[in-house]
């Protein structure tokens, strides 16, 4: 984030209203699951995500699985994110790659992808 961009406003307001179970930190982040993140807008958004990936040129054998989660410091500076996990990481990487420069970024203000492993673990 450069010194003077500023944040769009994100497409989905009262984020904190949408934060499900902790998942747990990565770094300095937080990570929380979305409640209900098949109600809208997200189903839209899954749907724009699978059309992307259809559209991305990666092997059909490749498995590209995503989910949405917030994620920030502080579940007021959240943001949401689609992470994009399983396959080789280079093919992860080459999705989140082509995910950025797609409509979903444009038509989502605030919306961020990235890829993991997995996502991380709260330990009981």
């Avoid at 040129?57 to 920030?72: A, D, E, K, Q, V």
């Avoid at 989140?96 to 990235?114: A, C, E, F, Q, R």
Wanted: proline share 7%; hydrophobic share 35%; charged share 25%.
């Amino acid at each position: 984030m450069g010194l003077f961009k500023k944040d769009k406003p994100s497409f989905l307001p009262n984020l904190e209203t949408h934060a499900g179970r902790a998942r747990g930190a990565s770094g300095k982040l937080n990570y929380w699951d979305i409640k209900n993140s098949s109600a809208e807008p997200f189903a839209d958004i899954s749907k724009a995500v699978i059309a992307e990936l259809a559209e991305s040129g990666l092997p059909r054998s490749s498995t590209i699985y995503f989910n949405f989660y917030l994620c920030g410091e502080t579940i007021s500076s959240a943001h949401v994110s689609v992470m994009v996990t399983g396959a080789p990481e280079d093919q992860r990487k080459k999705a989140v790659k082509h995910l950025k420069k797609s409509p979903v970024v444009t038509n989502y203000p605030g919306i961020k992808i990235d890829h993991w492993e997995g996502p991380p673990v709260v330990r009981q």
